[in-house]
């Protein structure tokens, strides 16, 4: 039964975000294959990474690597910028481009968020919340992505 209604709620997030997806696709606002949008959405989660870290982190070479971002550069989703600390690296950043595909499932997520906060209690919310924290930090260890860690900062 749980696991019914963690992929229920998980696909129609998906599904939605596919649907708003369509929409610019058919209004020909995007340029990224399904494979360029996964690359450039673990660029944002791992916060400005080097290509290495990129690499490491999908299990890539870092040349098919450097090939994808060459790609992304090019369409104006990520950019290189030069670290301040160590002049000889580069981290890729993502432009406001993708930050507007951004906004197409995490303003989803918003508005089931705040349905949420209209329809449970307060203790419930808090649960929720609780529940949530618990399965990304230690249900979901195999994703280690440090912007996510929540129980390490408390």
């Not at 399904?34 to 290509?51: A, K, S, W």
């Not at 290495?52 to 299990?59: D, H, P, Q, R, S």
């Not at 951004?102 to 649960?127: H, M, P």
């Amino acid at each position: 039964m749980l696991e019914e209604a963690l992929t229920e709620v998980y696909t129609k997030f998906k599904v939605h975000f596919y649907q708003e997806m369509f929409k610019k696709l058919r209004a020909r606002e995007t340029s990224l294959t399904i494979v360029e949008l996964f690359c450039v959405e673990i660029i944002y989660v791992l916060r400005n990474p080097t290509v290495k870290e990129f690499a490491e982190f999908i299990g890539i070479s870092s040349p098919n690597a450097a090939y994808k971002i060459a790609c992304l550069i090019d369409k104006g989703y990520i950019e290189k910028v030069q670290s301040e600390k160590d002049r000889r690296e580069f981290h890729l950043h993502v432009t406001d481009k993708y930050l507007e595909y951004l906004n197409l499932s995490e303003g989803y997520v918003k508005t089931v968020a705040e349905r949420a906060e209209e329809r449970f209690t307060e203790e419930r919310i808090e649960t929720l919340n609780d529940i949530l924290y618990d399965m990304s930090d230690f249900l979901m260890k195999e994703v280690d992505i440090p912007k996510y860690r929540k129980s390490e900062e408390q």
